[in-house]
């Protein structure tokens, strides 16, 4: 089992760039593939990058160019650095496992508006 906090959020510009951590508990996050996950407002939680645990990455089309997942297996960190942010990507950001979910977190809230 894991457990995950997410932080880093906040209010941005168009344009402007955010780095989001998500700190699990326990060294298992070394052994499992992750994602970072958003939901918008009214919408549905949508996958928004991965990572598997040699590195590999992919990225949903919207955010492709845009936004780099990593990961820290010593200090058991998720990354997701975020440029170019654009007002769509306002959403309440959520790191787990792809499809085998962890408890969820409480996310991290991305606010982008002039």
């Known amino acids: 089992q894991l457990q995950f906090v997410e932080s880093g959020g906040g209010l941005v510009q168009p344009g402007g760039s955010l780095r989001l951590s998500c700190k699990a508990s326990?060294?298992?996050?070394?052994?499992?593939?992750m994602a970072w996950y958003r939901q918008a407002p009214g919408k549905q939680r949508e996958l928004v990058a991965s990572?598997?645990?040699?590195?590999?990455?992919d990225y949903v089309d919207s955010v492709k160019g845009r936004f780099t997942i990593s990961r820290d297996n010593v200090e058991n960190i998720l990354w997701l650095q975020m440029n170019s942010l654009k007002p769509e990507d306002t959403a309440v950001y959520y790191c787990?496992?792809?499809?085998?979910?962890?408890?969820w977190g409480q996310g991290t809230l991305v606010t982008v508006s002039s």
């Open positions: 787990n496992r792809p499809l085998q979910f962890f408890p």
């Open positions: 326990s060294n298992i996050f070394n052994l499992v593939n």
């Open positions: 990572i598997t645990t040699p590195y590999d990455t």
